[in-house]
């Protein structure tokens, strides 16, 4: 390989199999199919599929996924060696395995000698010929990659036994021997140095090497990134880092790590990483699991900005604080407002309000920002309600309607249904006119949503549109010290867009009204829908529109 040649370093993802052992993990058959399908499109070399002895869904996992064409990904099963005292064919393991009908079988054998005699129960020799024969038996159907179970710890305790266990792996025919730090607490330097060692001893078989971490010691990506240094050809690993215990080696940094840091390797074939944001995020929901903010490269937060000072920077050039372009990866750039914020996060925010050059308009909004946080509103997920603080401050605010006043009876029983609900009146001007509604819901929020919107759907078509998506409540100590309040934020959505609000009180009601009074008035500031003009003729007489009815 010339010096302008990247050594390929080849992906082998076992989101669907050890992503599958992390607690609160569980794939369906089809989520498997589809995960199979993005990481295929991502360009990723191996995707192990699962344990075929395991379980009916991935037997029926490897009888699917032979008919859909994922371009040059190979799909592994996965498989320990023969169980002892009994022939390789006749293992219901080794079958299951080679029905499974991949391109590649994954075996995984023992390496530490101690693990061998106290957990398998059977002699060293033994162990080596579960392996060897095991390896020979699956080699005749497959490729062969043979992951050495707690390769680091095996070879600390006993060295010699440990290349044993791999040259029986080689002898048979595997094709890659896999070090697995399994326990997941050695350290890069360690990695690094057994593993050259590894491929030194094994000079005299055609074999090439991988390596698989996990993440104990929250080193599983430099874990990786050492072995790949110190010779190894294949990291395992798994989308997010998802796994049994703290995990496995995330994908996603390591692949980040080796494409957009290292110029002497090529990942993915050389594929963009712009879709890995979306692949880490799709892997998420389907795991039904929650995003991680600070994950680095792919996390929400991993390009987000709230110190002033470094806003204030990035604003001149984005490399001062931040290691790469996020869009490299299909991420995005935030800027937070909070009470950290500078008037550069105003301004860099507050962008479409034209008031970059206003020091005076900036330093209001700051300091109403600060005001307001020491309250206990947050803005981060509530640009809907900076932006209508910043319209109230700049005084390019006008309401579209003023509320009166609202109510709710909440935890009625309705004997018929059998099922509790809420009622909420609400009495507001819209202009000059009055409306007074009603309306029922599941919950209180619900139901005084509903009669908001039912109060000014009549003058306000484009509320239709809009529904809540989100709803969450959370209790904080307010600077003051006094009494606690209740922060609520309220997602909301008309099918195009979706933004965030906040209201801040004592009372939960409040706080929740004062969100959806936000969300209603952003939603109409956003599509540019006019103030009514109140009517001179009507001006000391308020007509009254008596909507209210029951549901
Ligand atoms: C490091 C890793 O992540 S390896 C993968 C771990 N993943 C999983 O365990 C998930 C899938 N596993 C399973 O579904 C089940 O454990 C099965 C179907 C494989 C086996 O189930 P069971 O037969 O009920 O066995 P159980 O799980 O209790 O114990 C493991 C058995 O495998 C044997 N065994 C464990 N590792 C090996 C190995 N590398 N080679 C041969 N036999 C092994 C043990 O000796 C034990 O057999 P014994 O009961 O005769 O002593
Ligand atoms: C093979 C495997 O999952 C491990 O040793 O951790």
Not at 175 to 182: E, F, Q, R, Y
Not at 286 to 305: D, E, I, M, Y
Not at 530 to 542: L, R
């Amino acid at each position: 390989m010339n010096a302008t040649t990247r050594q390929p370093i080849l992906m082998y993802d076992t989101t669907l199999r050890d992503g599958s052992q992390g607690e609160g993990v569980s794939f369906s058959l089809q989520d498997k199919i589809n995960v199979t399908r993005r990481l295929a499109e991502m360009g990723i070399d191996f995707v192990e599929g699962g344990y075929p002895l395991s379980n009916e869904k991935d037997v029926a996992f490897f009888q699917q996924i032979r008919d859909i064409d994922l371009g040059g990904t190979k799909v592994c099963a996965f498989g320990m060696t023969r169980r002892r005292g009994m022939k390789a064919a006749d293992d219901p393991g080794m079958q299951a395995l080679v029905a499974a009908q991949t391109p590649c079988i994954t075996l995984v054998g023992k390496t530490w000698d101690y693990h061998a005699t106290e957990v398998l129960r059977v002699s060293l020799e033994e162990n080596l010929a579960m392996i060897g024969e095991s390896a020979e038996f699956l080699g005749r159907h497959s490729d062969v990659i043979y992951d050495a179970e707690h390769f680091f710890d095996g070879y600390d305790a006993n060295p010699d036994y440990a290349i044993e266990t791999l040259r029986a792996a080689a002898a048979a025919g595997a094709k890659w021997m896999v070090l697995c730090d399994t326990n997941g607490g050695t350290l890069p330097e360690q990695i690094a140095a057994v593993t050259k060692t590894a491929i030194e001893k094994l000079a005299d078989f055609d074999v090439r090497f991988g390596i698989h971490c996990h993440n104990d010691g929250d080193l599983a990506t430099a874990n990786s990134l050492a072995a790949v240094d110190a010779g190894a050809l294949q990291v395992q690993g798994t989308i997010n880092g998802i796994g049994e215990r703290c995990g496995n080696a995330d994908l996603v940094a390591v692949v980040s790590n080796l494409a957009l840091k290292k110029s002497s390797y090529e990942v993915l074939g050389g594929r963009s990483l712009k879709h890995l944001t979306e692949l880490s995020r799709y892997v998420y929901e389907t795991a039904n699991l929650q995003w991680r903010n600070g994950q680095p490269f792919v996390g929400q937060s991993a390009f987000a900005h709230k110190g002033g000072m470094h806003v204030h920077a990035i604003n001149k050039a984005a490399s001062t604080y931040e290691h790469i372009d996020p869009a490299l990866v299909g991420n995005e750039r935030r800027i937070l407002i909070s009470e950290l914020s500078g008037r550069s996060n105003i301004a860099a925010v507050a962008e479409q309000h034209n008031i970059a050059d206003d020091r005076e308009a900036m330093d209001k909004i700051l300091a109403e920002v600060v005001r307001l946080e020491n309250e206990g509103f947050q803005f981060e997920n509530a640009g809907a309600s900076f932006d209508l603080l910043v319209k109230r401050v700049t005084g390019s605010f006008t309401p579209h309607f003023d509320t009166i006043k609202y109510r709710v009876v909440a935890g009625d029983r309705d004997s018929r249904s059998h099922t509790v609900f809420a009622e909420a009146i609400i009495k507001l001007m819209v202009g000059d006119v009055l409306w007074f509604d009603a309306a029922e819901g599941h919950g209180p929020v619900n139901a005084l949503d509903a009669a908001l919107r039912k109060a000014l759907q009549g003058t306000y078509p484009c509320l239709t549109e809009m529904h809540l998506i989100d709803y969450k409540v959370r209790v904080v100590d307010s600077g003051a010290g006094t009494a606690a309040s209740i922060r609520v934020n309220i997602e909301s959505s008309d099918g195009n867009e979706s933004w965030g609000t906040i209201g801040v009180s004592e009372n939960i009601i409040e706080a929740s009204y004062n969100a959806l009074v936000d969300a209603v008035e952003y939603k109409l500031h956003k599509e540019n829908v006019p103030q009514p003009v109140a009517d001179a003729d009507s001006n000391d007489q308020a007509d009254l529109a008596e909507s209210a009815s029951a549901n």
